[in-house]
């Protein structure tokens, strides 16, 4: 039989803890110096509980000051369109892209001339000591398209461009103006006050040969410097500046190639630089340390200033010249970027022919006929670049075509109605790895359907997830002077930029410049089939590509 006592347990079993725990109690009131007080560990937990606690409210403080104290950064609110206008004035072949005001949006500057700048800013010729009319330099807010900054800078602009790095020794990039007064003056973009000025001494009845080169540094200023091409008569004449004060390294050297020549700086993959020149028909290769030679007089000491033993192989030591597979008159070079550099598209007037950046061994060749622009870049497949060529293929009528860089070979290609001085095409790139193409002109469904008058200006998009359809976005009745398009805050904030009026060698009139928001445009864009109608109607097609995303780099 169960015992009484755990009879008495297994009924109150809490009974009997209690009884054991009051049990164990009297004999440590009776054996104090066997039992000890738990004091030390009721402490420490004590102070774990307090350390817990008072964590916890420095959270909250930090979430809460963050939350409703601390104001965040307040975005800039970008207008889905803007339009600035400049009275009795004419513009320049000119229109860089940065972020001026370093707000991370891109802003715009471009070039004017007229007798007064700008109302906001009141600042005339007399103020930098000029005749008047003169050219005004002015940088204008992506966002809102306020004037940022404006200053006269020279009686008539020759040349510009921004984006050089170091100019001046700056930590910004700054803009280099060359006046057609004999005024070299570098301009600190983001204030727009001039870091230096020189006067150069090209001599007289001088052709400026552009773009200006930035090459690296040469005379040991920490800072890169500048190589800017002339032509008198029939020799090129070769300067170089110091890109911190402007002065002149060595003094000018001469290379008898002709009037015509236009060249290309390209960085081969042991990391020697090489100027390619293309007269008429003819290509000519020499290396940067042979230039610097000529124009100082000394050997180079830079690393990069240095020859590449596979381009050599193929300049003729004695005339620089480069055979080339193909004959016909030159018009365009452009590099196009590889994983292991850069390849080399030569555009000639009935012909493109790709060289290889290593060894300047032909490729592959495409026929093509009268071209009207500098090719632009884009991707028609996801990460396979691919060329845009626009070429004449009749009176007011060009061709369109997209085409592989790696083989040559057509991709898409599309005829247009087109008026003499049509804006080049333009990209951008999307975040399907593809890109975005705009072309302007007139499309017609039958080429047979071209009309006497003028062609009508309009801007198309093309989108290459969708073949047989283009966009009609806008149109223009303006001269167009540049046009682009740009992402004017990173991934996003899609436009383009029209500048217009008349060019410094017309009677002077209405100068503008505008930005368009390109979602705006899509909404009210028409649909034009380029053949069979597929199976989305138009407003799917808008609707997607109005909801397209893109991203500033692929």
């Known amino acids: 039989m169960m015992d009484s006592k755990d009879l008495e347990a297994e009924i109150h079993p809490l009974k009997n803890e209690d009884g054991k725990a009051q049990e164990n109690h009297e004999n440590c009131t009776e054996k104090e110096s066997v039992c000890k007080k738990p004091t030390r560990f009721a402490q420490l937990s004590r102070w774990r509980t307090a350390s817990f606690f008072l964590s916890l409210f420095l959270c909250l403080i930090v979430v809460f000051a963050f939350s409703f104290i601390i104001p965040c950064p307040v975005r800039p609110l970008s207008q889905k369109t803007w339009h600035r206008k400049y009275e009795n004035a004419v513009t320049y072949t000119f229109l860089a892209v940065e972020d001026v005001d370093k707000d991370k949006v891109q802003d715009i500057i471009f070039a004017f001339r007229s007798t007064n700048g700008s109302s906001s800013f009141n600042r005339s010729c007399l103020d930098e000591g000029l005749s008047t009319p003169c050219a005004f330099i002015v940088a204008v807010s992506g966002t809102d398209g306020s004037t940022l900054w404006e200053r006269p800078v020279t009686e008539d602009v020759h040349w510009m461009e921004c984006g050089i790095e170091q100019l001046g020794g700056a930590q910004s990039p700054g803009c280099l103006v060359l006046g057609k007064s004999e005024s070299l003056t570098a301009i600190n973009s983001q204030t727009g006050e001039a870091l230096w000025r020189q006067t150069n001494n090209f001599g007289a009845n001088y052709t400026l040969m552009t773009p200006l080169l930035k090459i690296p540094d040469v005379d040991g200023d920490g800072v890169q410097d500048l190589m800017i091409f002339t032509t008198v008569r029939e020799e090129i004449k070769i300067y170089i500046h110091s890109g911190k004060n402007g002065n002149q390294v060595g003094f000018p050297a001469q290379l008898g190639l002709g009037r015509k020549a236009v060249y290309l700086m390209y960085a081969t993959k042991a990391g020697s630089n090489y100027l390619l020149f293309h007269t008429v028909n003819s290509l000519y290769g020499y290396s940067l340390k042979d230039l610097y030679s000529m124009a100082t007089g000394m050997e180079p000491k830079l690393v990069s200033l240095k020859q590449d033993p596979q381009w050599e192989k193929k300049i003729e030591s004695s005339s620089h010249h480069i055979s080339l597979l193909s004959s016909g008159d030159i018009r365009y070079m452009v590099k196009l970027p590889r994983r292991s550099g850069e390849d080399i598209l030569v555009v000639k007037s009935d012909m493109a022919e790709l060289l290889s950046g290593q060894n300047l061994e032909s490729l592959w060749t495409l026929n ?37 860089s790696g083989s040559g070979a057509v991709q898409w290609e599309l005829e247009l109605n087109s008026r003499a001085g049509s804006p080049r095409p333009a990209t951008l790139p999307t975040a399907n790895h593809r890109s975005t193409f705009f072309f302007w002109g007139e499309y017609q469904a039958e080429a047979n359907e071209m009309r006497s008058r003028v062609p009508f200006q309009n801007l198309y998009l093309f989108h290459p997830s969708y073949p047989n359809a283009l966009l009609e976005l806008a149109n223009s009745t303006e001269q167009i002077v540049v046009f682009d398009a740009v992402l004017f805050e990173r991934s996003r904030h899609a436009c383009y930029v029209l500048l217009t009026g008349p060019q410094s060698s017309e009677e002077p009139g209405v100068v503008s410049v505008m930005k368009r928001k390109l979602k705006e445009d899509i909404n009210d864009s028409k649909v034009m089939w380029l053949g069979q109608v597929s199976g989305d109607s138009e407003q799917y097609i808008k609707d997607r590509l109005y909801r397209m995303r893109f991203q500033s780099q692929i």
């Open 368 to 404: 093509t006929s009268h071209i009207l622009s500098k090719p632009v870049l884009g991707y028609y497949k996801p990460d396979v670049l691919d060329i845009v060529l626009e070429s004449t293929v009749g009176p007011n009528r060009k061709k369109i075509m997209i085409v592989e």
